[in-house]
């Protein structure tokens, strides 16, 4: 079965500084990647996806993720973060040729000016 | 803008009164899901429709019930509603081509309070 772990429940980060949001999962076929985020109140962002190719990724509001096989890991970069940043992010996996979405428990960003 | 719409944003029911949350789209998606989120958790789906094909989750509470009248409309029931039940629930879609289904389109949401 499938399933998404994301290791830090709580990312409290400064203003301008860089961010690493990791994710790791498991699946025992070929599997598609996921990065969501969302703000208080609203619904799920795509912020990127992996589905075949170029194991980095770029996304929007200049995040980008890079896929590693070996070590089943998705994790998500920012070089400098923005108060905007300030969300939930999620992490999610979906085996190929499948229609469920599975996620992670998610991981708080809070960003400090 | 293409989209998926959610009404209401906010729906407030007391224990055990039927409540329909209501998920419109206009990407004309094929398939549409409904997740529950409750709070500090992740999105947990429901079920999903692929048109007009009914897939329930095997642990999705008898209580809840799903309708898919067209391609733009999907509502969800909840029959009774517990306290257990108050949460953020989540409509999406997704375009199912051959055997891949492409990126799912969440909406903003509706916020269920039950008291």
């Known amino acids: 079965a499938q399933s998404v772990t994301q290791l830090d429940s709580q990312v409290p980060v400064f203003e301008e500084a860089p961010v690493e949001l990791r994710c790791n999962y498991s699946?025992?076929?070929?599997?598609?990647l996921f990065w969501y985020v969302q703000y208080p109140n609203q619904g799920l962002q795509l912020l990127l996806k992996y589905l075949s190719g170029s194991t980095l990724v770029k996304g929007i509001n200049g995040f980008e993720a890079e896929f590693n096989k070996s070590q089943t890991s998705f994790h998500l970069r920012k070089p400098s973060v923005h108060i905007s940043d300030t969300a939930e992010y999620f992490c999610?996996?979906?085996?190929?040729?499948?229609?469920?979405?599975?996620f992670g428990q998610g991981t708080r960003l809070t960003i400090n000016p | 803008d293409a989209m998926v719409i959610q009404n209401p944003r906010y729906q407030v029911t007391q224990f055990g009164k039927p409540v329909t949350l209501s998920c419109s789209q206009t990407?004309?998606?094929?398939?549409m899901y409904w997740y529950q989120q409750k709070s500090s958790q992740a999105p947990k789906l429901l079920f999903h429709?692929?048109?007009?094909?009914?897939?329930n989750e095997a642990d999705t509470p008898d209580n809840f019930q799903s309708r898919r009248p067209n391609t733009s409309f999907c509502f969800l029931d909840i029959r009774s509603p517990g306290l257990g039940d108050a949460a953020m629930y989540l409509c999406?879609?997704?375009?199912?081509?051959?055997?891949?289904?492409?990126?799912?389109?969440f909406g903003p949401g509706t916020r269920l309070t039950v008291l």
């Open positions: 699946s025992s076929v070929s599997v598609y």
């Open positions: 990407l004309n998606h094929n398939v």
């Open positions: 429709y692929y048109d007009k094909d009914f897939n």
């Open positions: 999406a879609t997704s375009s199912l081509s051959g055997l891949n289904t492409d990126t799912q389109y």
């Open positions: 999610a996996v979906r085996d190929v040729g499948a229609q469920k979405l599975v």
